[in-house]
């Protein structure tokens, strides 16, 4: 097991390897505590929420490793994840998806007077999501609503940094942002620093909360199976993705499972040796 922590705030968070990328290993509720201690002193942080998408491609991509490897915190979104947590931690691991992220954010930001801010999507769909964010959090301070083009990173100065402006201007202590991924990865790497906010990346949820596209049951959600929901609606974009992702993954993370289980003996066996070295006279 690799892990590493870091210590903020008095609050230390973990993380676990999975097929070599680390995902923090904190409840629901911690991740939604972290982000808000951070957005109160406008920190510049960035939140990565992981699903077996992104890992896959983290392992073929290393400008998207390096993102994982440096972020602040890595959440697991899909029930694979959260499995592999279970299984390699040998202990309970919440699900942490961008939707149930977003809207504990809000609450918690809007209890406490911290602006957000929206980035990415087009202008319909923000448009819908603030009608909605109105009427949920009705004390909720939105800081701004700005849609970003999707493509190839680095983005037009001309259409980014009057975005980025609006961002510090408005005092946001979060910002949500939607350009899929591995863009709006990449973007929150290359911005850290400059935007004063804890940076959350959340890929589709925007279109979503709009109402737009349907979000799976809660049944479905809880039992992995909502990546074929989600095919299900769009078909022509994710069949590709979900071929040339979800077998690498199996693949890797059962070579990870097999690994693991073969270095628990040893570690028992040494572990055994040394209680009885202590109990020789």
Not at 29 to 38: K, S, T
Not at 129 to 157: D, N, Y
Not at 275 to 281: E, G, H, K, T
């Amino acid at each position: 097991m690799q892990a590493s922590q870091l210590q903020e705030f008095g609050l230390k968070v973990s993380s676990q390897s999975v097929i070599g990328l680390p995902v923090s290993t904190l409840s629901l509720q911690g991740y939604i505590d972290q982000i808000i201690r951070w957005g109160q002193s406008n920190l510049s942080k960035v939140v990565c929420v992981a699903n077996v998408h992104m890992l896959v491609e983290a392992t073929r991509s290393p400008k998207l490793a390096t993102v994982l490897h440096h972020a602040d915190l890595v959440t697991p979104d899909g029930m694979p994840l959260v499995w592999m947590l279970r299984l390699l931690r040998r202990t309970h691991q919440d699900r942490a998806p961008g939707m149930d992220l977003m809207q504990g954010i809000c609450q918690s930001a809007a209890a406490q007077g911290i602006p957000v801010f929206f980035v990415g999507s087009e202008q319909k769909v923000l448009d819908r999501m603030r009608q909605r964010l109105q009427q949920e959090f009705p004390t909720l301070i939105i800081g701004g609503m700005e849609p970003l083009p999707f493509g190839s990173l680095p983005l037009p100065e001309a259409a980014e940094a009057p975005v980025i402006e609006a961002i510090r201007q408005s005092g946001s202590g979060v910002v949500f942002v939607s350009l899929g991924c591995p863009k709006q990865e990449q973007w929150m790497a290359q911005h850290q620093g400059e935007i004063p906010a804890v940076m959350v990346g959340i890929g589709g949820v925007f279109p979503i909360y709009a109402g737009l596209h349907k979000h799976a049951p809660k049944f479905i959600r809880e039992s992995g199976f909502e990546w074929l929901y989600r095919l299900i609606q769009e078909p022509q974009r994710l069949w590709k993705r979900y071929a040339d992702t979800i077998p690498p993954f199996l693949w890797m993370a059962a070579k990870q499972l097999l690994t693991d289980r073969k270095r628990k003996p040893v570690a028992s066996e040494a572990a055994n040796q040394v209680v009885s070295l202590r109990q020789l006279p």
